[in-house]
T-cell receptor, first 109, second 115 residues
Framework: EDQVTQSPEALRLQEGESSSLNCSYT??????LFWYRQDPGKGPEFLFT???AGEEKEKERLKATLTKKESFLHITAPKPEDSATYLC??????????FGAGTRLAVHP | GAVVSQHPSRVICKSGTSVKIECRSL??????MFWYRQFPKQSLMLMAT?????????EQGVEKDKFLINHASLTLSTLTVTSAHPEDSSFYIC???????????FGEGSRLTVL
């Protein structure tokens, strides 16, 4: 059964304090691993798609990496506006997205 | 980028009534749309996959007679919660698959409260 586990469940950082979020997955036939940002009361906002182990993508203060078992979302020098829930999802052989429970990030000034 | 619009964003209804939520892809055609449900501080749970012109495919445990999905055109899918009850109160989110890219774009979500 396809499964996605995100850790930590919640993370509190000081502004400028870099950290990483983890997404561990098991899936039959990975078609893609997705990172989304979700603000309270809003739908998920697309960040990255990774397709194969070793792939990396960057966007501003965020960098996503992928191995055969997990993905990391690195946040460098975060700002308060980076506070949100970050969701990881995998797309397997059935073409459906399976989401993790998310990591709630709070960045304090 | 691609835009998916949901309406209404918030709806409050009485127990026993039906509520319809619309999901539109504004600048692209979506042959496949997905409907998710999200409870507070929990992740998105896929309810059903909606394909234009055919019956929706429901996930295990989702009542197809209660959550009616219609995908009548390439830009519109609707979710109707029939005979709503307080336990149906939730955040419903649709997504549409972009043509060619395979990326999923999400709507802003619809908050349903059943009194």
């Amino acid at each position: 059964e396809d499964q996605v586990t995100q850790s930590p469940e919640a993370l509190r950082l000081q502004e400028g304090e870099s950290s990483s979020l983890n997404c561990s997955y098991t899936v039959s036939g990975l078609r893609g691993l997705f990172w989304y940002r979700q603000d309270p009361g809003k739908g998920p906002e697309f960040l990255f798609t990774l397709y194969s182990a070793g792939e990396e993508k960057e966007k501003e203060r965020l960098k996503a990496t992928l191995t055969k078992k997990e993905s990391f979302l690195h946040i460098t020098a975060p700002k308060p506006e980076d506070s949100a829930t970050y969701l990881c999802a995998v797309q397997g052989g059935y073409n459906k997205l399976i989401f993790g429970a998310g990591t709630r990030l709070a960045v304090h000034p | 980028g691609a835009v998916v619009s949901q309406h209404p964003s918030r709806v409050i209804c009485k127990s026993g009534t039906s509520v319809k939520i619309e999901c539109r892809s504004l600048d692209f055609q979506a042959t496949t749309m997905f409907w998710y449900r999200q409870f507070p501080k929990q992740s998105l749970m896929l309810m059903a996959t909606s394909n234009e012109g055919s019956k929706a495919t429901y996930e295990q445990g989702v009542e197809k007679d209660k959550f009616l999905i219609n995908h009548a055109s390439l830009t519109l899918s609707t979710l109707t919660v029939t005979s709503a009850h307080p336990e149906d109160s939730s955040f419903y989110i649709c997504s549409a698959k972009g043509q060619g890219t395979g990326e999923l774009f999400f709507g802003e979500g619809s908050r349903l409260t059943v009194l």
